[in-house]
C-alpha cells in the first residue's frame, strides 16, 4: 500500500493535515482510515495531483486500538475535509475513493466543503464501496451533493478531454436512425415494458426518449437498433451520442455481437452519466471480435428516464495523448520563491493566466492547465501574438468571430480542402474550395476555442492555429 499521507490504525484525535502536495503515489495521496475512537481530524488545502486515488477514506481500523467494540460499525465521524485539490490526471484515477467496511448502512465520515474535483478525462471520480452489502457506487460530483448534500461549495473541472485523437475515420457512420429526426424508427429493447418515443423538446431538432419505470421483466431495459452493423477484430471505433434526462443516472454503453448476445460480453464497454446538463459522450476501443451487432445503452428501470441523440459509430484510427501536454503540478521545495518557464498559455485552477513563466512563493505548488493562446492573448497577457505552429500564416482575421468570415491567402489557383481540428484532433470542418476563392464563411456551430486549419492544395499541405472569439 503506497499511500502518501496515512492516518495510522491505532488512534487519531484533533490532527491538523494542512497544505501538503502529495504526487505520483500508487495508491492514494491521503488515506484517512479511521478507528472507533476517531475525532477531531481535518484535512484541509492540501493538493492531491496524479495520485491513483487522491482522497481515500475508510473506516477499516475501527476492529482495531483502544474503544474497538464488535461489531466496529460507527454511524458517522466529524472529520473535515475542506479546501482541497483533489486532481485525477488519467481517466482512471479517482478524486475520492470511501471504504464502508463494517455495517449495511453507509457511513458519514464528516464533512466536506469547497474542495475541487477535477478530473478532466471522466467525470464519475468519486467511488465507494461498501464490503459489507458489496454494493459499489460511482458519482459525478453534482450527483454526489444532491445525494449526500455534501460539498456543496465545491467545484468539479470544466473541462471533459479526451485520451485518444482521431487521424482518419474510414466510411460514414453506419448507425441507422442515428438523428432521430422524425421518429424513432429502427430502435428497440428488451424488455417490451420500456416506452420509445419520439422527442422534440430535448437535444436536437429531435430525439429518441426511453422511459423505463416497469421492471415485471427485468431490472434493466437495453436499447439496440435493430439494423445489424459491422466491426473487426483489431480496429478501432469511436462511439459517440448525445444524452441528456431530467434525472441522475448511468447509461452502460458499448457494442454487442451477435456471438456475444447470450453472455455478458461486449466490446467498449463504458458507463456514461447522464443528468440534467447534456453530454456529448465520445470514447473508443479496439474491437476483440469480427462480428454484427448493434450500439447498445442500457439502464436500471430506478433511473429510468433518459433522452438520446446523435449517435455514430465509426471505425478509426487514432493516438494516445498524453494527458501530461494539458496538465501540470509545479512544485516548488525550496525555502524562496522561484520562477518556472512554462511552454504558451496555462491557468491555475482559479482561473489566473499564466503566459512563458509563473513564480511560486516558497514552499507553495500549483496545478496548471493548458489553455489555448488566445485565452493569455485576449486578456493582454502577453503583448505579442503568438506564431502559428510551423507554417506561414495563412489564415486572417486570427482570432476571428464567430461565425464571420475568414480569408485565405492566395493559393496557386487550384482548388483547395479545408479541414478545421479541435485541439484533440477532432475534424470539426470539412470544406471544399473552389479555385480562386479567398473569403469563406466560418460553419456557423464553430464554437469559441482554438482549432487547427489545415489547407491542402495538390500535394502542399499547411497548417495553423486558428483563435475562434
Ligand atoms: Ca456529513
Ligand atoms: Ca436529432
Known amino acids: 500500500m503506497c499511500h502518501g499521507i496515512y492516518f495510522g490504525n491505532y488512534s487519531n484525535k484533533n490532527t491538523l493535515v494542512q497544505r501538503n502536495t502529495v504526487t505520483n503515489c500508487s495508491v492514494s495521496g491521503i488515506h484517512v482510515d479511521h478507528t472507533m475512537v476517531s475525532s477531531g481530524n481535518q484535512i484541509k488545502d492540501n493538493i492531491l495531483f496524479n495520485n491513483l486515488i487522491q482522497l481515500s477514506l475508510s473506516d477499516y481500523s475501527n476492529y482495531n486500538g483502544p474503544g474497538a467494540t464488535a461489531p466496529y460499525y460507527v454511524p458517522s465521524f466529524n472529520t473535515v475535509y475542506s479546501g482541497n485539490i483533489l486532481y485525477a490526471v488519467t ?162 454503453v458499448g457494442f454487442k455481437g451477435q456471438t456475444q448476445l447470450a453472455g455478458l460480453e461486449m466490446e467498449g464497454r463504458n458507463h456514461v452519466t447522464f443528468d440534467t446538463g447534456r453530454r456529448d459522450a465520445t470514447f473508443y476501443f479496439q474491437s476483440t471480435i469480427s462480428d454484427q451487432g448493434s450500439c447498445s445503452f442500457a439502464n436500471t428501470y430506478t433511473e429510468g428516464t433518459y433522452f438520446l441523440d446523435n449517435v455514430q459509430l465509426d471505425r478509426v484510427s487514432v493516438i494516445d495523448l498524453d494527458p501530461f501536454e494539458k496538465q501540470q503540478l509545479l512544485i516548488n521545495d525550496q525555502g524562496v520563491s522561484q520562477s518556472y518557464t512554462l511552454d504558451g498559455c496555462w491557468s491555475d485552477l482559479h482561473g489566473g493566466l499564466y503566459n512563458g513563466a509563473v513564480t511560486l512563493p516558497a514552499y507553495t505548488s500549483v496545478v496548471l492547465v493548458k489553455e489555448p493562446e488566445g485565452s493569455c492573448m485576449t486578456t493582454g497577457v502577453e503583448a505579442s501574438e503568438a506564431q502559428a505552429d510551423g507554417s506561414s500564416n495563412s489564415l486572417y482575421p486570427n482570432p476571428v468571430s464567430r461565425g464571420s468570415e475568414l480569408n485565405l491567402l492566395p493559393g496557386a489557383g487550384a482548388q483547395r480542402m479545408v479541414r478545421g481540428f479541435t485541439m484533440n484532433g477532432e475534424l470539426v470542418w470539412e470544406e471544399r474550395i473552389d479555385a480562386g476563392i479567398r473569403v469563406i464563411g466560418l460553419p456557423a456551430d464553430l464554437g469559441p476555442g482554438a482549432y487547427v486549419v489545415q489547407i491542402t492544395e495538390g500535394d502542399r499541405r499547411a497548417q495553423q492555429r486558428l483563435i475562434v472569439l
Open 91 to 252: 481517466k482512471d484515477q479517482l478524486c475520492m475513493q470511501q471504504l464502508h467496511v463494517y455495517g449495511a448502512n453507509w457511513v458519514d465520515f464528516g464533512t466536506f466543503s469547497n474542495n475541487m474535483y477535477y478530473a478532466p478525462y471522466n467525470d464519475r471520480s468519486i467511488f465507494l464501496h461498501n464490503h459489507n452489502t458489496t454494493e459499489q457506487r460511482t458519482f459525478t460530483l453534482e450527483r454526489w451533493q444532491s445525494e449526500w448534500n455534501e460539498d456543496l461549495g465545491s467545484t468539479r473541472s470544466p473541462l471533459h478531454l479526451e485520451d485518444k485523437a482521431v487521424t482518419e475515420i474510414f466510411g460514414t457512420n453506419p448507425v441507422p436512425n442515428s438523428t432521430f429526426a422524425s421518429n424513432v424508427n429502427g430502435w428497440g429493447g428488451w424488455p417490451t415494458q420500456a416506452l420509445l418515443t419520439h422527442d422534440q423538446t430535448h437535444l436536437d431538432a429531435g430525439c429518441l426518449k426511453v422511459d423505463f419505470s416497469n421492471n415485471a421483466s427485468s431490472n434493466v431495459f437495453t436499447l439496440k437498433h435493430n439494423t445489424l452493423i459491422p466491426v473487426q477484430n483489431g480496429q478501432w471505433y469511436r462511439m459517440k451520442f448525445s444524452i441528456v434526462s431530467t434525472l441522475f443516472g448511468e447509461v452502460e
